[in-house]
């Protein structure tokens, strides 16, 4: 896990032991209690930091458990791993860069959180003080074209009347999107007949 995760109680700290033992029970040491796959994927979710040990050997087992995580949740219709994804990686194994694979999936990982999370501000702060402002106002523009082709007065009757006026080319486009909306209007129209 990237970082250092919260612990089971919520404070920094170290990782929460979970024992399996041959009859494939997972025991939580620090709740004292069973749990199941779902339960550490839920806690991996949550950021909660755990090291699997095989209770009998002791040893670290973290990774084929996280592993068997990932499998279930591919077979039961959460397939997040393309094909061809799997493919690569699976050829990857004995080849010269195998060595390397492991640091570049972390640092890509961390890469697409560090950008997921800024998408997810940015749309916090709201849509008006970022890039995508002008493209909602494009297709906003659209939206009231084709409402005004196919249901004359309805697009103009909601647009806003403070709205800024839409790039020059826009309105080419907008003009454009208008004759071809007004066509396919007719040709409905004549096939009614």
Not at 27 to 48: F, G, P, Q, W
Not at 76 to 83: E, H
Not at 143 to 157: E, H, N
Request: neutral net charge; hydrophobic residues 45%; charged residues 25%.
């Amino acid at each position: 896990m990237v970082g250092r995760s919260k612990t089971a109680s919520g404070a920094a700290g170290d990782a929460v032991i979970i024992k399996k033992y041959a009859n494939r029970r997972l025991y939580n040491t620090a709740s004292s209690s069973y749990i199941t796959l779902e339960d550490l994927a839920r806690m991996v979710r949550e950021n909660v930091d755990f090291q699997v040990l095989d209770a009998k050997t002791g040893d670290d087992i973290t990774h084929s458990i996280l592993t068997q995580i990932i499998m279930d949740e591919e077979a039961n219709g959460g397939q997040m791993l393309p094909v061809s994804f799997l493919r690569q990686l699976i050829g990857m194994y004995g080849n010269s860069m195998q060595a390397l694979m492991p640091s570049y999936l972390e640092a890509s990982m961390a890469n697409f959180r560090d950008n997921q999370s800024k998408i997810r501000e940015a749309f916090e702060k709201g849509i008006s003080a970022t890039p995508f402002a002008a493209i909602h106002e494009t297709n906003m523009a659209m939206m009231r074209a084709a409402a005004d082709v196919l249901m004359p007065g309805i697009g103009k009757a909601k647009a806003k009347p403070s709205a800024p006026a839409a790039p020059a080319d826009s309105r080419d486009e907008i003009a454009a999107l208008r004759e071809q909306m007004a066509a396919m209007q007719k040709k409905l129209d004549e096939l009614g007949k």
